[in-house]
């Protein structure tokens, strides 16, 4: 049992915890996710770490709840345990060469919180980091100070416009780089449609890109290949070989259908969850 | 010796099973084990040999005819406790053991007939135990001196097993969030109960050994902390956790598992039972196994009892080499699993991302390799083409990475395959020894076993030695 010892809501869908975990705080790098569980009979679901706390032997995680488990982690208050959180998994993301050199680091949506813990290193070792937060709307904005404080230009997008500039990540990226601005790295991280835009944006410059692979998983080892995907032409297990992976030789076509592949299952699983909550008198869904 | 009559007659006394055509739609232990009667009957057709070579075709040497004799009078529990002397996970064995190339196969009254039933019997004696006797053994007294444990699988848990029974104080460190290894993950609940597995675990448990799981050596831990935090050796089963493809077109669509990943599902994760567990599965209508062994087989009958229409196993050389034991390709027969022999798969098909079926060529039977089996040999211009909805590819297992890839001083085959000395399982490391799967890859519960039991001597040895 892992206990929870914070608790946040940052918006309506997510939410913010920090699990004890102190053996997996002293070794989790960033880029590197756990698997939780929160209960007997509960799926294996990947997280990338969202930072750790050595003192308070802390892992922080950040999640939309929007599946079945999600929603019940989401369910936990501060005090209360989940049945199982195991880690660092995954090759940490290879940023110390960058020291000193210039990196844009994207995140899309929830990957904000992905993207942040790599902002914060990068900014830390002396690299010239510029952020691309990208956002659906005001009221899902996460992380938006603490990005601020890591990056040297902080560019804020919502799809709406409801804050910062409307349209995508992409759209900024664009704008940068054809005004000549020259960048050793590009990290993207967030919806699969999102990366690989970013990726192709990058690739006529033949920038350096990286994106995180957030693929379905089940023991996170490299025992079952569950999270394989194309990359270079070769297949490779995200889980061992990744998450981080060279994003113009990730085949993302392929990546994106296997991450439909159980859409079935999750969306009764959604809804079943959803009745769970639902109120008998106005027929409301209870949102945490 | 026994007073009752010796039972000459040359056949087993059988066992009784679940009918196939209910069985195969549902997850209940298809071999039900002997009543007392049975069991006594069968136990009087061991003659009794005076060189019992079953004894030393056992990797953990059990005294068969000492148990067997026990079993013929009725004293089940002395029965049990001579198999448990050597043997840490009887109930276990006794279900999943290939007796037919071990122990039975030297039995002399296997020259006349069939061999003594030592499997069954020793399930029986095991089974017995367990509804019967409630009382743990004693626990060992300690010595004080800690022995770590990397993997929770039959290597590991006998090779703890063993060093408790000495008196060490032993961790055992699994990755996964229950421990059992294979014998969770990966045998099915019909052929090996996990409320079994989780019985003999806890008899561990009241030797003294210690369970940790969620903890990946490699990554929560290192072998050189282990050593810090005070172990003074390590024994690594950390099993053949890495699945092979055969790199043909297709391999990425949806519903192509490895063995590894879909009985995983299955067994561990219990998807067998979604929605009420979170964890799916897609079975679809008619689904292709890919391989002959053992693993094959359990993925085929689950497959079979998840309401699949149409199973088949797609092997590419003919019946005789099918690795599987004999006992479970007979089983998946009886339960519909079709046999497509001297076939072996060129492409998978799909559209939009979904298996759709796949692309077979004949093969034949040439020359023998170097494992002694005629090498199959396609032939030109057979290619078929089956409809499929799955596809489970179970052509074997390689040693799971995480540690060699983490532990550079841990010297590895090209294959994957920890080096270890053959006789002490010692690895490169000092103060470390490797054994089961991790070593040979994929392999039997009973080989692994035996590993964990040589290497429980070894590091007892060295330890004495150390002092």
Known sequence: MSKILEKRQLTRETVLMKIEAPLIAKKALPGQFIIFRVEEGGERVPLTIAGTDHTEGSVTIIFQMVGKSTMRLGAKETGESIADFVGPFGKPSELDPYKGKNVAVIGGGLGVAIAYPQAAYLHKIGAHVDVIAGYRSIDLIILEDELRSSSDNFYLITDDGSSGRKGFVTDMLKEILEQGKQYDLVIAIGPLVMMRAVAEMTRPYDIETVVSMNTIMVDGTGMCGCCRLTVGGETKFACVDGPDFDAHKVDFEEAIRRSRAYVEQENHDRKSEQERHRCRLTGEVRHE | ?467
């Open chain 2, 1 to 467: 010796m026994n007073k009752k009559k010796r039972n000459m007659s040359n056949v087993k006394v059988s066992m009784p099973e679940q009918a196939p055509d209910v069985r195969n739609k549902n997850f209940s232990e298809v071999a039900l084990g002997y009543t007392e009667e049975m069991a006594q009957e069968e136990a009087l057709r061991c003659l009794h040999c005076k060189n019992h070579p079953c004894v030393s075709k056992c990797p953990v040497n059990v005294d068969i005819p000492g148990f067997i004799e026990k079993v013929a009078s009725g004293d089940y529990e002395q029965a049990y406790q001579i198999i448990a002397s050597t043997n840490s996970l009887p109930a276990i064995c006794g279900r999943v053991c290939p007796q037919e190339t071990q122990c039975e196969s030297t039995c002399i009254r296997g020259i006349k007939g069939e061999p003594v039933a030592i499997g069954r019997l020793e399930r029986f004696a095991a089974d017995w135990h367990l509804a019967n006797v409630k009382e743990q053994p004693p626990k060992p007294k300690t010595n004080g001196r800690r022995v770590a444990v990397i993997g929770s699988g039959p290597a590991g848990l006998t090779c703890a097993g063993d060093l408790a029974k000495m008196g060490y104080e032993v961790t055992v460190y699994e990755a996964f969030h229950v421990a059992g290894g294979v014998l969770m993950y990966g045998i099915p609940e019909f052929r090996l109960p996990k409320k079994l597995v989780q019985t003999e675990i806890d008899g561990l448990k009241a030797l003294g050994v210690e369970i940790v799981c969620n903890t990946v050596i490699g990554l929560t831990l290192s072998i050189e902390d282990l050593f810090e935090s005070g172990y003074e050796a390590i024994f690594i089963g950390s099993g053949a956790g890495l699945p092979r493809f055969m790199n043909i077109p297709g391999e990425n669509f949806n519903q192509v598992y490895s063995a590894n990943e879909f009985l995983t599902r299955v067994n561990l994760m219990q998807a067998w039972r979604w929605p009420e567990t979170s964890t799916p599965i897609n079975i679809g209508k008619r689904v292709a196994v890919v391989g002959g062994g053992n693993v094959a087989m359990d993925a085929a009958r689950c497959a079979k009892r998840l309401g699949a229409d149409e199973v088949m196993i797609v092997y590419r050389r003919s019946e005789e080499e099918l690795p599987a034991r004999q006992e479970e390709v007979e089983h998946a027969k009886h339960e519909g699993i079709i046999f497509n022999l001297l076939t072996n798969p060129t492409e998978i098909k799909g559209s939009e991302g979904w298996v759709t079926g796949m692309t077979c060529i004949r093969m034949e039977l040439g020359e023998p390799d170097a494992s002694g089996r005629r090498r199959p040999v396609p032939v030109e211009g057979s290619e078929f083409d089956i409809e499929l909805d799955t596809v489970i590819m179970a052509i074997g297992q390689s040693p799971n990475p995480l540690l060699r890839n983490t532990t550079e001083e841990l010297k590895c085959h090209s294959w994957g395959g920890i080096i270890v000395d053959e006789e002490t399982l010692a690895t490169s490391m000092p103060g470390v020894w490797a054994g089961g799967d991790a070593v040979t890859g994929a392999a039997t519960v009973i080989l692994a076993m035996g590993a964990g039991k040589t290497a429980a001597h070894s590091i007892d040895a060295y330890l004495k030695e150390k002092k």
